[in-house]
């Protein structure tokens, strides 16, 4: 009978607490200093306190956090001390929806490393001095539906990555040029969302002279603007370029017209009263560095009563400029001295006509080396075309134009070819003929008819030579092997 089974207790040793606490430390929540805050959702090095009805930002934050995500709560006031502690790590911070309606100017002082930063959706009314200036790596800043109307000149300070700005849905009512001169505080600024706002007026000509990258992200729909012929044409020059900020746009973009309190779509102002605008002419001009170009004025419309340019930097020409480098002409051309490369981009002429005015656009493309300097730059399509006219005529020598290898056999007849050809035939064989590798010349030989075959090998059964063939074809000779007609005989090759 086999031995019953019997169950046996055993006892697990417990763990001692040190090992505890090094396991715990090994964990990115285990420590108390990393602890997930209550109320919040941790996974990874993201940390999700969306809609838990916080009033203020949950402490400690663990140190590690990559992505913060405070949307939806009530954080109303987002102190100096909400991040008592550097995060070294935090790259996003969402703060939409939750009526925040303050900001400390060092509230971003132990973040420097933000590249993302969400404050839409709140109830900012200001943004003052120097606000953002901590975030140097910053590079999308959502400041959308907020009630923003005041916008100091020093509060994108030191943004010098900053590609997208959102600032729609506002009560703006200046345009803060200041954020869109090259060179100034957003040198790398791509995107500028001033939709929504309560924009009255807007520079175009400056506008106007901004790069059309910028131009195609900068969005001015659903402002309250007063219609103006420059506005029409800035536009309508962007709908014919194709750019989205236009293109997408056209029935949001409207305008007051003089005197009227009903709103009319701005790209539909062309040649209608009160305004009569007209469309916006232009024209491409190259030239190289060091010329002289005279960028012509050419309105349609006589008894022009005023008449001035304005160059790609938004500056207007009245006279000289420039230590005489730029000079406005008596028929109202500009004229351009020593070109340099800055010099290159869109100039605008405005003309006032009796009827109506009129603005041309001429684009100047200043190519970077001299026309007629020591160093000149040669076309790229020209040297392609002149290195594959060499190439060829390379080729074409080695093919036809091969010198010989031996300058005496070019007189010497060779017997008639057997019949029986074969692939070792003068048909594909290009090498001259040699009797046993004694290097002496090829005339110093007399053909053997017995002892030598085809191409003055030795055949081993010595068949007598094949006798002449009779017929119109019997002149006809064997094809010399360096030449073309041997390749092209009408031969066949038997293999």
């Not at 009512?173 to 969302?193: C, H, I, K, M, V």
């Amino acid at each position: 009978m086999p031995p019953s089974r019997q169950c046996v207790a055993m006892r697990v040793p417990m763990a001692p607490p040190s090992l505890l606490l090094a396991l715990s430390l090994l964990s990115p929540w285990g420590s108390a200093a990393g602890s997930c805050p209550p109320r919040c959702v941790c996974a990874s090095n993201l940390l999700s306190c969306s809609q838990a009805n916080l009033s203020v930002v949950p402490a400690p934050l663990p140190r590690f956090t990559a992505v913060l995500d405070l949307s939806h709560n009530n954080v109303t006031r987002l102190r100096a001390d909400w991040a008592p502690a550097r995060l070294p790590h935090l790259h996003a911070l969402l703060l939409s929806h939750n009526g925040l309606a303050f900001v400390s100017t060092e509230a971003f002082v132990h973040v420097p490393r933000l590249r993302h930063l969400d404050l839409s959706s709140n109830r900012l009314r200001a943004l003052d001095e120097n606000l953002f200036s901590d975030l140097g790596e910053l590079e999308v800043l959502l400041l959308y539906n907020n009630e923003i109307a005041t916008v100091d000149r020093t509060a994108f300070e030191n943004l010098g990555r900053l590609r997208k700005l959102y600032l729609g849905q506002n009560r703006i009512a200046r345009f803060p040029l200041e954020l869109l001169r090259e060179g100034t505080r957003l040198p790398q600024l791509a995107l500028l969302d001033l939709s929504a706002n309560r924009l009255r007026a807007v520079p175009a000509g400056e506008l106007q002279a901004l790069p059309a990258w910028l131009r195609d992200r900068l969005y001015l729909h659903n402002n309250p603007l007063i219609c103006d012929c420059l506005l029409f044409q800035l536009l309508d020059r962007g709908r014919r370029r194709h750019l989205s900020a236009v293109e997408d746009f056209q029935d949001e973009l409207r305008c007051f017209p003089p005197g009227a309190t009903a709103l009319v779509k701005i790209l539909e102002l062309a040649g209608k009263p009160p305004l009569n605008c007209s469309k916006a002419r232009e024209a491409v001009l190259e030239a190289h560095l060091g010329d002289s170009v005279t960028l012509g004025c050419d309105s349609r419309w006589q008894g022009v009563r005023s008449r001035h340019w304005v160059t790609p930097g938004g500056e207007r020409v009245l006279g000289d400029g420039g230590n005489g480098s730029v000079v406005l002409l008596a028929n109202g051309s500009l004229q351009l001295r020593a070109l340099r490369p800055e010099d290159a981009g869109t100039y605008s002429c405005w003309v006032a006509g009796p009827l109506l005015n009129e603005t041309l656009y001429v684009e100047l493309l200043v190519h970077n080396f001299t026309l007629h300097g020591p160093h000149d730059t040669l076309n790229t399509a020209y040297t392609t075309l002149v290195g594959c006219i060499l190439s060829v005529v390379l080729v074409l020598i080695y093919l036809y134009l091969t010198p010989c290898r031996c300058c005496c056999c070019r007189g010497t007849e060779k017997p008639p070819a057997p019949r029986d050809d074969s692939i070792n035939s003068s048909v594909l064989s290009t090498t001259p003929n040699h009797a046993g590798g004694t290097g002496e010349p090829c005339g110093s030989h007399v053909a053997s008819g017995a002892g030598t075959g085809q191409n003055g090998r030795f055949k081993g059964g010595g068949t007598p030579p094949v006798p002449a063939r009779q017929g119109p074809k019997a002149q006809r000779k064997v094809s010399d092997p360096d030449s073309v007609s041997s390749v092209f005989s009408d031969t066949p090759i038997v293999v």
